[in-house]
């Protein structure tokens, strides 16, 4: 169990994974470095508000975003992600430090981290697999939505929000001239974002649009609203600090319920953002690991003094736009955070939030998936229901709640749409005996319908049901077959069952239903005949 650990730290595998694929030449360097240098001018402002909507101070999330986004840089399952303090798990943190203070989320950080690293020892990252496509798309346009209604916060008059006690919102809205130069630095910024590309590839444009705009303000002097504005964040270095909190049952009572929760969101976001990166950049794999990275950052967050976190989806589309592919880009975004911490933190202050709203923005048109908006009318209604349920669902609660609501819903849909599949044909055999030929998948959805197809008191003596098209997938469907070997035995009828596969014969066993196995069971997947009456395994025809 311990060898997604392993793999993690192995120095083949990190070395392996450091370059993923690329050449580290000057040029790769430098843009990998600027482009984590990108990423970490847009860590600041999200680190300071989150750690407004959790009722934590400033540093709290700012550690968070260092300490969690440099380990998962090291050791996460995909080179390019950026990893750090999030809304979505913000705001579940909010009541647990309302109700029992700071000390308490650090303890909560801490086993929230135990929790992800035995998801990722014991695999539970494959799960992610079974997140349907217009999940995905859901997923997607509503987090672009949420990256959106964020920076509306943006455009309120400094202070204003903090006074109201809800972080960065509920504040008085800029309008008049400081709204209009607010929003010509945004259209500033963005347009550098969109045009530099076509003229030079030199520079990360996020960055180049932050720097141009930054410039101006200054020099210009231009009264605009700035990181400095929303709090400082000069500190120091993160010191090992250990939880203050007693070490009783009822304290990991309060605190469990919130790890679990904040562990689950904390996964659920990573590893989807695993997924969106892994199709831009053309990687697989990586979420035993992911789940790792994340468990062990958080672990140490929490030690550090850090609200824990967990991967972003705004900032690695930022990394990836802006080039960075390997680990050095994270890893540099995390140290130019720390950086900007310690020693540059008053040149950091000056910048204006427009510039940085302005690179959001551009990540927003980039999230949205704008294709979804035309083949909803092309894909089946379900489908289409989906993406827009996940969207709205994502936008009003959470991303991991829509996520599951996302999956059920398919779910649900699929086996429906599966139940209505099941039917039989059928055909006399010389002897006089009746065969049913099932098609479809045999399972609690479908084991009405099944039920429904035969006639025990007008069919001849012997019946044979064939499964050669068909599968029997659970317990609902091994009730089904039970009942109507009842039905039959009852009319004084033998009922046979034939083509039952390896699996089937397995799953029929453990439930103790129908078959017993036989030196005779054959070793191909279509397995043999079977007589209810007799309890006789014959050879499959």
Not at 299 to 311: D, E, H, L, Y
Request: hydrophobic share 55%; charged share 10%.
């Amino acid at each position: 169990m311990t060898r997604t650990i392993m793999a993690a730290f192995a120095p083949k595998n990190y070395l392996a994974q450091f370059s993923s694929g690329e050449t580290m030449n000057s040029a790769r360097l430098r843009t990998e470095i600027l482009a984590g240098l990108t990423v970490a001018l847009a860590l600041v402002p999200e680190a300071v508000a989150f750690a407004f909507v959790a009722g934590v101070h400033p540093l709290v999330g700012l550690y968070a975003a260092f300490i969690v986004g440099l380990i998962t840089a090291l050791i996460g399952g995909r080179p390019g992600m950026i990893s750090g303090a999030t809304g979505a798990l913000a705001v579940v943190m909010v009541s647990l430090v309302a109700e029992h203070g700071v000390e308490y989320l650090f303890a909560t950080v801490v086993l929230m981290g135990i929790i992800q690293i035995l998801a990722g020892i014991f695999r539970l990252g494959k799960f992610i697999r079974l997140v349907p496509h217009p999940v995905m798309l859901g997923f997607v346009n509503g987090l672009a939505i949420v990256i959106f209604l964020a920076q509306m916060t943006q455009f309120q008059v400094p202070g204003t929000a903090e006074a109201s006690g809800h972080g960065m919102a509920g504040g008085e809205w800029l309008s008049g001239l400081p709204l209009i130069i607010m929003l010509a630095l945004v259209a500033l910024t963005m347009a550098i974002v969109w045009g530099l590309p076509k003229l030079t590839n030199a520079i990360p444009a996020p960055l180049a649009g932050i720097a141009i705009t930054a410039a101006i303000v200054i020099v210009f002097g231009i009264d605009v609203p700035r990181v400095g504005d929303m709090a400082s964040i000069e500190g120091g270095l993160p010191m090992l600090h250990i939880p203050s909190v007693p070490l009783t049952w009822e304290t990991f009572q309060i605190i469990l319920p919130y790890s679990l929760i904040l562990a689950a969101i904390g996964l659920i976001e990573s590893l989807l953002t695993l997924n969106l990166v892994g199709e831009i950049v053309h990687e697989r794999g990586g979420a035993s690991q992911e789940c790792v990275a994340q468990g062990l950052a958080n672990t140490v967050t929490g030690f550090f003094g850090g609200m824990g976190g967990c991967a972003m989806i705004g900032q690695s589309m930022i990394n990836v736009k802006s080039g960075g592919r390997t680990r050095l880009s994270g890893l540099s975004a995390a140290l130019f955070l720390l950086a900007f911490i310690v020693v540059a933190a008053p040149l950091i202050e000056q910048i204006p939030l427009a510039a940085l709203v302005g690179v959001m923005f551009m990540v927003v048109i980039g999230t949205f998936a704008w294709k979804s908006l035309t083949i909803m009318r092309k894909v089946p209604l379900t489908d289409a229901v989906v993406i827009v349920l996940v969207t709205v669902v994502t936008v009003m609660t959470d991303l991991a709640t829509a996520v599951v609501v996302g999956v059920i819903v398919s779910a649900l849909a699929y086996a429906w749409e599966s139940a209505s599949h099941i039917h039989a044909k059928t055909y006399k055999t010389p002897e006089g005996a009746k065969v049913y030929q099932i098609q479809g998948p045999l399972f609690f959805g479908s084991a009405h319908g099944f039920t429904e197809i035969f006639d025990p008191a007008n069919d001849p003596q012997r019946v044979v049901i064939d499964f050669a098209e068909s599968k029997v997938a659970d317990q609902s469907a091994l009730t089904a077959i039970e009942a109507l070997a009842g039905k039959y035995e009852q009319a004084g009828k033998k009922l046979e069952l034939r083509h039952l596969s390896h699996d089937c014969h397995k799953l029929l066993s453990k439930a103790g239903q129908l078959i017993v196995d036989a030196d005779d069971d054959p070793d191909y997947a279509i397995a043999a005949n079977y007589s209810v009456r007799t309890g006789v395994l014959h050879a499959g025809h």
